[in-house]
């Protein structure tokens, strides 16, 4: 998405937008969801943001467009693609570590059988063999009603699965506690991606 405008038009539609914004906000209206039209108003031609403080405020009082959500970040496009690759290879790395633990290893693996139980309870997921020969009964947790994660073989429920896996390999002190898939959800669903969400899951249970 890299769609320009010109110095003079920019400013105009973002003089415009925060017009009827503040106009908006003393009468008490709720605004419409910041739009990708809006969004590259505040953009300068390296995709940086330019007036952080109003693009917050705005959001604030009108919110985000869902497309848009993962694309807030106060750096250019390319810093964005590059940050993007070396996490991606961090993140296949420590995923690694699980999914080449064999039927063998797993059955000798009891911390490894625990929280892979615990986990599948929370999002009801049907495992490969050898994970199911060790993991026990199913219960409905309330994402599987959202149909972002509801049916069969859903490969979102799969992704949530496998970055709340790999998150008790990436702090193995602290594991998985019941709740953390309702954390996990909303950013698997915002951001799309496995290896973007497990990142801002971990800046999460950091902050």
Not at 112 to 139: A, C, Q, T, W, Y
Not at 161 to 182: E, H, I
């Amino acid at each position: 998405m890299k769609l320009m405008l010109t110095r003079k038009k920019r400013r105009r539609i973002l003089f415009e937008s925060l017009k009827l914004s503040v106009y908006k906000m003393k009468h008490k209206q709720l605004l419409e969801n910041l739009n990708t039209l809006e969004w590259i108003v505040f953009l300068d031609s390296e995709r940086r943001i330019m007036d952080s403080k109003a693009l917050r405020k705005r959001i604030f009082y009108g919110g985000v467009e869902h497309g848009l959500r993962k694309e807030a970040y106060d750096s250019t496009f390319a810093e964005q693609e590059y940050l993007a690759t070396v996490k991606r290879s961090e993140y296949e790395i420590i995923k690694s570590q699980w999914q080449n633990i064999s039927a063998t290893q797993a059955r000798w693996f009891t911390k490894f059988r625990e929280r892979g139980g615990l986990i599948e309870k929370d999002i009801v997921m049907v495992l490969p063999i050898h994970f199911s020969e060790s993991f026990n009964s199913f219960s409905v947790r309330s994402d599987r009603s959202v149909s972002y994660f509801d049916g069969d073989d859903n490969p979102h429920v799969g992704c949530l699965l496998d970055v709340l896996l790999t998150y008790s390999f990436y702090n193995f002190d602290l594991g998985y506690c019941q709740g953390m898939s309702d954390f996990l959800s909303p950013i698997l669903f915002v951001m799309e991606d496995d290896s973007e969400s497990f990142w801002c899951f971990v800046a999460h249970l950091l902050s």
